[in-house]
């Protein structure tokens, strides 16, 4: 019966949702297309005689773009959210033409509001956070309309606004966001302490470029509030002593940084499972510190086997290989195998071009290195060449003063034969002005009280 269908779907769906939360998408991904399969064939969760039609089928649909994000398959987590996303709005706009369905109209609203913020860490993920950041702050107006400017409830999509500005390069923007968070925990009064962590450990990634010390408190405040509210085996857990682990590193602590990682490949396996994609990413930040700590050879055996991983995992080329293939091209420089990282370079650079274009900053990522093979190579002209793309690429995204530009215009005065052009590009390096330190966000008696106190 339709009543039967829908309790196995509703069971379905439960069990998708802890399959999801234990990092399980694939597991996850099947017992949700299962469930929709069963809500369309339900006559009880037809609406108009349209199977589609259905607020719980929606739903679903959104969380098998959940699943689908963590499967690496953006283009169809993008086109789920869409059709959540219409279907939500068009149920909207028929109950604002009915002044006595107050209550429906917000449900309805709110949905479009979660749909859109989910969206907006699609397009995050996918490396499209120009296209994000429109969604973002049109989920931002709604919550603000639905809830007023006030409500601690606006604590997600700021967030997550923040986590958009700050891949855009906008830090400052970023840490107003997340300040606005701390604030309105502050006014609520009794403020939510897993939020707090989290906020602390978003503004740490913000300000580590530029001070990696004050970065190091805000994490070692973090680490504390996660440990007690989640316990020491946890993956957010895990995911701040991996924030730390690379700060330190950057503050020059290798060995520590390589003692954190240990810990969390633990905890990362334990959650995830030794094959899972977050494995290769500590096994990334492991490479890292490894090679600060002068260990080539060990940084490239930890690369492979996050190569490995995600090549496993993804099954076709994908954004997030290109990624790590960009890493491990890094590490053979250090290794001295110039022709192998040249060849990996160029293969991250075709997947990256395939997926993103090639005016993309996360191009120019790659490309830069692929400069610097070149430069060692001595083949000259064309290091210079990719050089000056990476510099008109990232004006182009970031603008012309962005520390991002400024950056490869001190790499095109390192590499460039020609005198000139060096001392061109040193003078757009100094035009950057540094960016002042913020107020510790400790001051506010959101953070204080807390007991002792991502990326």
């Known amino acids: 019966?339709?009543?039967?269908?829908?309790?196995?779907?509703?069971?379905?769906?439960?069990?998708?949702?802890?399959?999801?939360?234990?990092?399980?998408?694939?597991?996850?991904?099947?017992?949700?297309?299962?469930?929709?399969?069963?809500?369309?064939?339900?006559?009880?969760?037809?609406?108009?005689?349209?199977?589609?039609?259905?607020?719980?089928?929606?739903?679903?649909?959104?969380?098998?773009?959940?699943?689908?994000?963590?499967?690496?398959?953006?283009?169809?987590?993008?086109?789920?959210?869409?059709?959540?996303?219409?279907?939500?709005?068009?149920?909207?706009?028929?109950?604002?033409?009915?002044?006595?369905?107050?209550?429906?109209?917000?449900?309805?609203?709110?949905?479009?509001?979660?749909?859109?913020?989910?969206?907006?860490?699609?397009?995050?993920?996918?490396?499209?956070?120009?296209?994000?950041?429109?969604?973002?702050?049109?989920?931002?107006?709604?919550?603000?309309?639905?809830?007023?400017p006030h409500s601690h409830e606006l604590s997600g999509v700021l967030s997550i606004q923040a986590w958009v500005l700050q891949r855009l390069g906008d830090l400052e923007g970023a840490k107003q966001a997340l300040m606005r968070v701390l604030d309105l925990q502050e006014q609520h009064g009794q403020p939510d302490r897993a939020t707090v962590a989290t906020v602390l450990g978003?503004?740490?990634?913000?300000?580590?470029?530029?001070?990696?010390?004050?970065?190091?408190?805000?994490?070692?405040?973090?680490?504390?509030?996660?440990?007690?509210?989640?316990?020491?085996?946890?993956?957010?857990?895990?995911?701040?002593?991996?924030?730390?682990?690379?700060?330190?590193?950057?503050?020059?602590?290798?060995?520590?940084?390589t003692n954190l990682l240990n810990r969390v490949l633990q905890i990362d396996e334990m959650h995830y499972g030794k094959t899972h994609p977050q494995v290769a990413i500590t096994l990334t930040?492991?490479?890292?510190?490894?090679?600060?700590?002068?260990?080539?050879?060990?940084a490239k055996q930890a690369l492979e086997q996050a190569l490995a991983i995600k090549e496993k995992f993804y099954v076709q080329d994908n954004v997030e290989i290109a990624i790590t293939l960009t890493n491990l091209g890094k590490v053979l420089v250090a290794c001295g195998d110039l022709r192998q990282a040249k060849r990996k370079l160029e293969r991250a650079l075709h997947i990256k071009e395939s997926h993103l274009g090639n005016k993309h900053a996360e191009y120019a990522i790659t490309l830069l290195e692929l400069a610097w093979v070149h430069h060692k190579l001595q083949d000259q002209e064309k290091a210079e060449q990719l050089a000056r793309e990476v510099v008109a690429i990232r004006a182009a995204y970031f603008g012309a003063d962005h520390r991002q530009t400024r950056h490869a215009h001190a790499s095109l005065a390192r590499i460039t034969s020609d005198p000139a052009e060096r001392a061109r590009c040193l003078r757009n390096v100094r035009s950057g002005q540094p960016r002042g330190r913020r107020k510790d966000p400790e001051a506010g008696a959101a953070v204080a009280a807390a007991p002792p106190v991502k990326e």
């Not at 607020?55 to 987590?77: E, H, I, P, T």
């Open 1 to 148: 019966s339709g009543l039967d269908r829908d309790l196995l779907g509703a069971s379905l769906e439960h069990l998708a949702r802890l399959e999801l939360s234990f990092g399980q998408a694939a597991a996850g991904l099947a017992l949700i297309n299962q469930a929709i399969t069963l809500r369309t064939t339900s006559t009880s969760s037809n609406v108009a005689g349209d199977p589609r039609q259905s607020v719980a089928v929606m739903n679903l649909v959104a969380m098998r773009a959940q699943a689908q994000q963590s499967l690496g398959n953006m283009a169809a987590a993008r086109s789920d959210l869409e059709e959540a996303l219409a279907f939500h709005e068009t149920q909207g706009n028929a109950a604002a033409n009915n002044d006595n369905d107050d209550d429906q109209n917000d449900i309805r609203q709110r949905n479009v509001c979660t749909v859109l913020m989910q969206l907006a860490n699609v397009l995050l993920a996918a490396n499209l956070a120009r296209e994000s950041r429109p969604v973002i702050e049109r989920a931002l107006a709604l919550q603000e309309q639905r809830l007023g």
């Open 202 to 257: 978003n503004l740490a990634v913000c300000v580590r470029g530029h001070d990696p010390e004050y970065a190091i408190q805000l994490l070692e405040k973090s680490l504390r509030l996660r440990e007690e509210i989640f316990g020491e085996d946890h993956a957010v857990v895990g995911q701040t002593l991996a924030n730390l682990a690379n700060t330190m590193r950057r503050v020059g602590d290798a060995a520590e940084a």
């Open 285 to 298: 930040s492991m490479a890292f510190a490894l090679l600060a700590e002068k260990k080539p050879a060990e």
